[in-house]
């Protein structure tokens, strides 16, 4: 009798869905929206730092240009009033109420200037550089016009002393009389002519002050001669 052969019996398992071991338990997937949002932010915190700084450097580079462009076209207008001043001679220069003019005018001129400053930095920065600008023309215009009122005031005193000396040699009749205009309008002169050189500083019995009254005297005698 033929024998079957014998097949062992394959024995199927299941697992609980609970019995998974703990080492290999399956990971959740992970959310990069989170990162990727902190990211973003982080990049747009830096851009915006950046561009901040650029704004605060064109900023500062644009108010000191500006600056320095009110300063040289105030710089121009300075130079021209002090200019046209420096021409000035005689009464024109002395006269006080002139002087004060332009110095009026340069302080107009500065306010305008200012007053054409986009920011009130621009304006400040422009008010303290133009300080000694002003203050350098206003100082330049005032010893031109003590110059000028020196040479003015000479100038008339020895006009003065000239219209005496004529008048005197006109009286020269009267010269033996020592209460005649001769003798008035002559120590008048002389003594003109002694004030105008003390003014100029020249030391009263120096040689210079004695040549000075030397001129004026010498000066009548040969008017007197000249109306005999």
Do not use: C
């Not at 747009?44 to 644009?62: E, H, K, Y």
């Not at 033996?176 to 003798?183: L, V």
């Not at 210079?208 to 030397?214: A, D, E, G, H, S």
């Amino acid at each position: 009798m033929p024998t079957v052969p014998v097949t062992p019996s394959v024995q199927m398992t299941t697992t609980a869905p609970g019995s998974v071991q703990a080492g290999q338990a399956v990971q959740p997937m992970r959310d990069f929206s989170a990162d990727q949002m902190a990211n973003s932010g982080r990049a747009l915190q830096q851009a915006g730092s950046t561009l901040s700084d650029i704004s605060v450097n064109l900023q500062d580079r644009f108010n000191d240009a500006r600056t320095k462009e009110l300063y040289t076209g105030y710089s121009r207008e300075v130079d021209k009033i002090q200019n046209q001043f420096s021409g000035t001679q005689g009464a024109d220069a002395a006269h006080g109420a002139i002087y004060d003019q332009n110095v009026a005018k340069l302080n107009e001129l500065r306010e305008e200037y200012a007053a054409a400053a986009e920011n009130p930095l621009i304006a400040r920065t422009f008010n303290e550089r133009s300080d000694v600008l002003i203050s350098s023309a206003a100082q330049s215009m005032a010893k031109h016009s003590l110059a000028e009122t020196r040479r003015y005031e000479a100038n008339e005193s020895a006009a003065e002393i000239q219209v005496n000396m004529n008048r005197a040699a006109q009286h020269w009749t009267e010269m033996n009389d020592p209460e005649s205009d001769f003798h008035v309008y002559a120590a008048t002169s002389i003594q003109q002519a002694s004030d105008l050189a003390i003014s100029q500083g020249i030391p009263e019995g120096s040689y210079q002050y004695k040549q000075t009254i030397l001129e004026v005297t010498d000066g009548i005698h040969a008017n007197v001669i000249s109306n005999m």
